[in-house]
T-cell receptor, first 111, second 113 residues
Framework: GENVEQHPSTLSVQEGDSAVIKCTYS??????FPWYKQELGKRPQLIIDIRSNVGEKKDQRIAVTLNKTAKHFSLHITETQPEDSAVYFCAASKGYSTLTFGKGTMLLVSP | NAGVTQTPKFRVLKTGQSMTLLCAQD?????MYWYRQDPGMGLRLIHYSVGEGTTAKGEVPDGYNVSRLKKQNFLLGLESAAPSQTSVYFC????????????FGSGTQLSVL
């Protein structure tokens, strides 16, 4: 089955800096790659996703890039703010099968 | 729209006790899922359902059973709880077709002593 590795497990940045979280996947047939954000004590929520026919997608301060050849995708957050502090999960799936999640990255943005 | 509602929010069990977690969604979603979340382990799929009357095993199904008798409800049962089942449980649902966004419930914190 699919295996998703996520790095780093924790990331500390200063407010205004950029943050990058990286994920690799094992199944070359995977074609859907979402990112979920989970604030402390809250439910995970989708923040951005990308499909395999697209190399990059942006939504205001967040962007996701995909390298199908290398089987990795990354989340980029620019101009980080304290409210960006949360746990971020990457995931992968193929077709309409179930999602396989990475183990998460705890992002801490210090004022 | 309430979205995805889980009950209860907290529960403490003794080893060997049984319980049922209820997930209800009001978005007419076909697909429903049960995940467990443990520190450093991410979200792991326990069981899922692709429609009323169907269920399937996920990554970590042992010790759990599920039922989807009505489209809007997905029940997760623990027949004989073990300390290893101490976790936060999340239910999620999504529509069919090209929209693969998962909608999560608020979670159930379960402790098995």
């Amino acid at each position: 089955g699919e295996n998703v590795e996520q790095h780093p497990s924790t990331l500390s940045v200063q407010e205004g800096d950029s943050a990058v979280i990286k994920c690799t996947y094992s199944d070359s047939a995977s074609n859907y790659f979402p990112w979920y954000k989970q604030e402390l004590g809250k439910r995970p929520q989708l923040i951005i996703d990308i499909r395999s026919n697209v190399g990059e997608k942006k939504d205001q301060r967040i962007a996701v890039t995909l390298n199908k050849t290398a089987k990795h995708f990354s989340l980029h957050i620019t101009e980080t703010q304290p409210e960006d502090s949360a746990v971020y999960f990457c995931a992968a799936s193929k077709g309409y099968s179930t999602l396989t999640f990475g183990k998460g990255t705890m992002l801490l943005v210090s004022p | 729209n309430a979205g995805v509602t889980q009950t209860p929010k907290f529960r403490v069990l003794k080893t060997g006790q049984s319980m049922t977690l209820l997930c209800a969604q009001d978005m007419n979603h076909e697909y429903m899922y049960w995940y467990r979340q443990d520190p450093g382990m991410g979200l792991r799929l326990i069981h899922y359902s692709v429609g009323e009357g169907t269920t399937a095993k996920g990554e970590v199904p042992d010790g759990y059973n599920v039922s989807r008798l009505k489209k809007q409800n997905f029940l997760l049962g623990l027949e004989s709880a073990a300390p290893s089942q101490t976790s936060v449980y999340f239910c999620a649902s999504r529509a069919t077709g090209g929209n693969e966004k998962l909608f999560f419930g608020s979670g159930t914190q379960l402790s098995v002593l």
